[in-house]
């Protein structure tokens, strides 16, 4: 059986995750454009916003795009990092047990529902540039397959989701979706 219809097994055999769509090599540059415009259009003054795992997953030589739903398991790592230079002045946070203890710390600052931000290291970078950085993490349902290696994915900007929804023919509206992008080599 061929690797990437492997892989497409075992994702949609996930809980969470309702349908994979092969990402066409000739859509690449597009997706990669779109979600560095994206990115530079969401820019606030002072905040650069990087989707640094995009790179990281566009060079596999195969990509996934997967729809999930929140039944998905959340990552083991943060997605997003706000960073003063190198210095991390907050990120994701997706256990509620440390949502709870952060909402209870007044050295954190919540914003939304689990974005939490450092109040000394945003108080040390006050007047410089910050950058919010979306990283490219592992997805360990793919770790045990046989002959895939190098596993990496990253989150997609909302309209960047909404248009690659659509080619996939899925639905783009419903709130309650999402994608995830995924490239592995063989």
Known sequence: MDVVQTAVERLSATSGIVSCWVLPDREREELCRLETETNRRLRLPGIEIVNEGIGEVLKRKHVLII?????????SKPIVL?????????????????????????????????????????????????????????????????????????????????KFSR??????????LGTVLVGFNE
């Open 67 to 75: 729809l999930h739903s929140p039944e998905l398991r959340h990552p």
């Open 82 to 162: 706000v960073l003063n230079g190198d210095q991390v002045v907050g990120e994701e946070v997706w256990e509620q047990t440390q949502i709870e203890k952060l909402s209870g710390d007044n050295n954190f600052l919540l914003l939304g529902k689990n974005l939490a931000l450092n109040r000394e290291a945003l108080f040390n970078a006050k007047g410089k540039d910050l950058k919010i950085v979306y990283r490219g993490l592992p997805f360990p349902e793919l770790d045990e397959v046989r002959c895939i290696r190098d596993v990496v994915s990253v989150t997609l900007t909302a309209p960047v989701h909404s």
């Open 167 to 176: 080619k996939a023919g899925w639905n783009s509206n419903d709130p309650n």
